[in-house]
């Protein structure tokens, strides 16, 4: 038996509300028994939906580096090639 569009999506719903950590945690310590519940299908969905949320946290970056800092020392001012690179590749992937 496999699972249709619709069942998918109100799963993924219900884990929503949960959260990643309750449901992570239930997977691996009760085999997704007490939360999760279902065929060994829900419970590879559920495994399914874990991997795709800490993928989407890992491309989450929570603020973007500063190319120019200002800083007391000798030089007074630093340039972060890295990102500058970054930054100029993003905008011409973007056009």
Same mark, same amino acid.
């Given at each position: #038996?496999?699972? $249709?569009?619709?069942?998918?999506?109100?799963?993924?719903?219900?884990? &929503?509300? =949960?959260?990643?950590?309750?449901?992570?945690?239930?997977?691996?310590? !009760?085999?997704?028994?007490?939360?999760?519940?279902? !065929? =060994?299908?829900?419970?590879?969905?559920?495994?399914?939906?874990?991997?795709?949320?800490?993928? &989407?946290?890992?491309?989450?970056?929570? &603020?973007?580096?500063?190319?120019? !800092?200002?800083?007391?020392?000798? *030089?007074? #001012? $630093?340039?972060?090639?890295?990102?500058? *690179?970054?930054? $100029?590749?993003?905008?011409?992937?973007?056009?």
């Amino acid at each position: #038996m496999t699972i $249709s569009e619709g069942g998918r999506k109100a799963r993924f719903e219900q884990w &929503e509300k =949960l959260g990643l950590d309750r449901i992570k945690h239930d997977l691996e310590h !009760t085999k997704g028994v007490v939360v999760v519940g279902g !065929t =060994l299908e829900v419970q590879a969905l559920a495994w399914e939906w874990v991997r795709l949320k800490e993928a &989407e946290q890992a491309n989450v970056k929570e &603020e973007p580096d500063e190319v120019l !800092t200002l800083k007391p020392g000798i *030089w007074g #001012m $630093s340039v972060n090639l890295k990102e500058a *690179w970054r930054r $100029s590749r993003d905008r011409l992937k973007k056009k």
